[in-house]
Structures are given as structure tokens and as C-alpha cells.
Antibody
């Protein structure tokens, strides 16, 4: 059974750096084709894919946020960490992590999601 | 980036209705499209992958079709549990992008 759970601060101040951790079980990030992505959703708005990391350490970032994002993995701890620098009010959102298999290894879609964590940016 | 468009943003329907939700890609994405259902305060749930493949455990009243730039999600007979927001997502190329969502509300 695959599960993912996000953790991190619920409140950050403008200009601060946000660090979120996705802790997962039921799969390994050393298995070919497997990846974990971070997706966010501002209140009442649509979903936006921020970053992904794969079993082979291939990393993909949203072009508009690339300069602010870093994604890393700790395979031994079953964790993926996302850092976002220079947080702004518009970064207030629910942040989800999700499991993905590359399309040549599986469905290619985000098939398992964490419950999400609401991060509010406010001074 | 490939832009995904989902008109309309809100759709009103009644229980038992056949509902069709549309998704358009700004360029061809072959069949690399997924559909998700999201209820308030919950994470999205995968319904359909590769345009027409039903995810395990998803009721058969959901179906997907299309290829290239035009896609549809169809609910054959709308049930009370189906009132939610539906998102399409392309995974033909990076960055992976989602549509703006279509909210299915009670008429």
C-alpha cells in the first residue's frame, strides 16, 4: 500500500525559505521509473506542478519557479525534500506530494497523493 | 509550456445525467493525458490515464476519450458522489501541466 505524507511549517514570512518533506511508504525511490512530484494549489485555484525527482536523480522543475526551487531525495529514509526560497504572499497554497511512474514504466500519471499541507505566507 | 484548457469552469447537472467534460491542449500530446477528481479539502484522485484507461477501483461510469489536442471525460450517469472538480493533466512533455478545472455542481 502506497502512502505519502507532507510535513513542514504551516506559516512562513515573506522572503523566508520554505522546506517541505514528503515521507512515503509502499514503494522505493530506487526502483526504475519511479518518481515523486510536488504539486501546489492556491486556495480556490488550479493545480500546478512544481518539481519532480526520479529514481535516477533526474530532476524537473517548473520553468517559472526554477530559480527558487530545489528538490532532493533520501532513498534510505524514504523522503523527498522541496525547498522554495524567497517566499511571497502569492505562494500561499496547499502543497501536495505525489507518486509517479514515468510513462514507459507505468501509467505516467500521479496515481498516489499525500493529503496535502496548507502553507500560509504572511508577515 | 503546453497549455491545458477546460471550458467551462462550472457545469450544472442533475443526478442521472450524462456529463461530458472537455479538455484541450495547446499542441498535440498524443494520448498522454490524465483526469483527476477533487473534492473540497481533499487531494486529487486519479480517474483516467493515457486518455482512456480507467484507474483500478474507479467506477465504470467514468470513461475518457480523445487524442492529439481534444479530450473528453464522460460520466455516463451522474451520481451524488460525483459532484466535484475535475482536472486534466498532460504528461507528454515537461513541464507537466494541469487544466484549470471544471466544477460539476448540482443543477
Amino acid at each position: 500500500q502506497i502512502t505519502l505524507k507532507e510535513s513542514g511549517p504551516t506559516l512562513v514570512k515573506p522572503t523566508q525559505t520554505l522546506t517541505l518533506t514528503c515521507t512515503f511508504s509502499g514503494f522505493s525511490l530506487s526502483t526504475s521509473g519511479v518518481g515523486v512530484g510536488w504539486i501546489r494549489q492556491p486556495p480556490g485555484k488550479a493545480l500546478e506542478c512544481l518539481a519532480l525527482i526520479y529514481w535516477d536523480d533526474d530532476k524537473r522543475y517548473s520553468p517559472s519557479l526554477k530559480s527558487r526551487l530545489t528538490i532532493t531525495k533520501d532513498t534510505s529514509k524514504n523522503q523527498v525534500v522541496l525547498t522554495m526560497t524567497n517566499m511571497d504572499l502569492v505562494d500561499t497554497a496547499t502543497y501536495y506530494c505525489a507518486h509517479r511512474r514515468k510513462r514507459n514504466y507505468g501509467s505516467g500519471s500521479f496515481d498516489y497523493w499525500g493529503q496535502g499541507t496548507l502553507v500560509t505566507v504572511s508577515s | 509550456d503546453i497549455q491545458m484548457t477546460q471550458p467551462p469552469s462550472t457545469l450544472s447537472a442533475s443526478v442521472g445525467d450524462r456529463v461530458t467534460i472537455t479538455c484541450r491542449a495547446s499542441q498535440s500530446i498524443s494520448s498522454w493525458l490524465a483526469w483527476y477528481q477533487q473534492k473540497p479539502g481533499k487531494a486529487p484522485k486519479l480517474l483516467i490515464y493515457k486518455a482512456s484507461n480507467l484507474e483500478s477501483g474507479v467506477p465504470s461510469r467514468f470513461s475518457g476519450s480523445g487524442s492529439g489536442t481534444e479530450f473528453t471525460l464522460t460520466i455516463s450517469s451522474l451520481q451524488p458522489d460525483d459532484f466535484a472538480t475535475y482536472y486534466c493533466q498532460q504528461y507528454n512533455s515537461y513541464p507537466l501541466t494541469f487544466g484549470g478545472g471544471t466544477k460539476v455542481e448540482i443543477k
